[in-house]
C-alpha cells in the first residue's frame, strides 16, 4: 500500500489506530510536546489569540479552534492567560479531535468552557475563527516518492519476499506528473493531508475572517530527504516494526504549506524559528515573573523548560520548531511574526 495509506491506517484506525487507543504524551507516554514542558508555552499562545482578537476588531462571535489539542493542556493554559489579557472575549472553543481517549482529557481540563468536539475542520460553524495547530501537520498522512533512471515512484509498503516482515518498496509504474530534477534514489514527500487542511482554512479564513497558527517541526524551503520517523517511549524505532504502536511524523514543509495558503488568497506570516516567536511575545518577560516567587527547585525547572523551548542545538526545539501563520488579507501584521511583503 502507499505510504500515506499505511500511515493513515497506522494512526487512524477506528479500532487499532495509534492515536484512537492511547494517550501519547508525557513521561508515561511515548513524547512531549511543547505545552507539556512549559505552561509559558500556552500562555504566550493565549497572548497571541488576545492581540489577534483585538486587530480583527474583537469580534463578539468568534470561533476558537484547537486542531489535535493533545490532553487540552495548551488550551487551558490558553484560557487562562486570556482571561487576564482580553476580558471581554468569550469565544466558542471547537476541537477537532479524533481519539476518544483524549477526548476524555479534554473534556476535563476544558469543562468550565464546555467545547464542541469536531472529527474535521470542515464542521466547525462559519464566522471570524482564530485557529490553532500544534504539532498537527507532522502527523497528517503523507505521499513520498523515489528518483529513479525510469522516473519518479511511489513509495508504498508490502512484504519481504519471504513473507516475514513489512518492508518499503516502489509502485509499478512512474508518476508521469512529477517532473523534479534530482539524483536517483533521492526522496520527495508530498504533504497532500496538509495542503488539503491549510486551502480549506484559507478559504475559510478569507471568506469569514481570522487567522490559523501553526507551530510545528520542519523546514522553510523545499527539500528532498527522507524524514519519516516513528517514536515509541520517546525514541526512534523502526517505522515498520509495530504498526499502529508507534507514533509515525514527518518533517512539515511550510513553504508547500505557505504556497497552498496563498493560491487561495491568504496572507501568509513567517515562518520564523519557535526561539524567535516565542521570545517576541515575552517569553523572558514571564519566566523572570514566574522565577520571582518560585523555589531554587522551581527556578531550576523554570530555566530548564525555557531552554528546553528555545535551543537552537540539536536536541532543542528553538530553531527545529517553526512558527506560521495564515491569515484573511486585511490582517497587515500579526505578534510575534514578521510582517509579511504584500
Known amino acids: 500500500m502507499p505510504l500515506a495509506r499505511y500511515m493513515d491506517v497506522c494512526l487512524s484506525h477506528p479500532v487499532h489506530g495509534y492515536y484512537r487507543t492511547r494517550d501519547p504524551l508525557g513521561a508515561a507516554g511515548d513524547f512531549t510536546t511543547a505545552p507539556e514542558i512549559s505552561q509559558m508555552f500556552g500562555e504566550l499562545v493565549g497572548i497571541w489569540i488576545a492581540a489577534t482578537w483585538g486587530a480583527l476588531g474583537a469580534p463578539a462571535d468568534l470561533a476558537l479552534v484547537e486542531l489535535g489539542p493533545g490532553r487540552g493542556t495548551l488550551m487551558q493554559d490558553a484560557l487562562r492567560a486570556l482571561a487576564r489579557a482580553a476580558p471581554d472575549l468569550r469565544p466558542h472553543l471547537h476541537l477537532v479531535e479524533t481519539s476518544p481517549v483524549l477526548r476524555a482529557a479534554q473534556a476535563e481540563r476544558l469543562a468550565a468552557v464546555r467545547p464542541t468536539w469536531h472529527e474535521t475542520v470542515e464542521t466547525v460553524p462559519p464566522g471570524p475563527a482564530l485557529v490553532v495547530a500544534n504539532e498537527f501537520f ?31 518498496g516502489l509502485g509499478a509504474e512512474p508518476d508521469p506528473r512529477i517532473v523534479h530534477q534530482a539524483p536517483v534514489g533521492v526522496i520527495l514527500t508530498l504533504p497532500g493531508a496538509a495542503l488539503d487542511t491549510v486551502r480549506i482554512l484559507a478559504r475559510r479564513l478569507v471568506r469569514d475572517r481570522g487567522a490559523l497558527l501553526s507551530i510545528d517541526y520542519g523546514h522553510t524551503q523545499p527539500a528532498f530527504g527522507d524524514s519519516l520517523q516513528a517514536v515509541a517511549q520517546h525514541r526512534f524505532v523502526d517505522p515498520l516494526a509495530a504498526p499502529g504502536e508507534a507514533d509515525l511524523t514527518t518533517h512539515v514543509d511550510f513553504s508547500a504549506l505557505a504556497r497552498a495558503a496563498s493560491a487561495e488568497g491568504a496572507r501568509v506570516h513567517g515562518p520564523v524559528d519557535q526561539r524567535d516567536f516565542l521570545q517576541a511575545l515575552g517569553l523572558g518577560a514571564r519566566a523572570e515573573r514566574l522565577g520571582a516567587g518560585a523555589t531554587p527547585q522551581q527556578a531550576v525547572r523554570i530555566a530548564a523548560a ?37
Open 138 to 168: 507532522d502527523a497528517l498522512p503523507v505521499r513520498q516518492f523515489q528518483r529513479t533512471e525510469r522516473g519518479w515512484f511511489e513509495r508504498c509498503i508490502g512484504l519481504t519476499p519471504e513473507g516475514e516482515r513489512l518492508a518499503f
Open 306 to 342: 525555557v531552554s528546553r523551548l528555545t535551543d537552537p542545538a540539536r536536541r532543542g526545539m528553538g530553531s527545529l520548531f517553526k512558527a506560521m501563520a495564515v491569515s484573511d488579507p486585511a490582517l497587515a501584521a500579526l505578534p510575534g511574526l514578521p510582517t509579511p511583503d504584500r
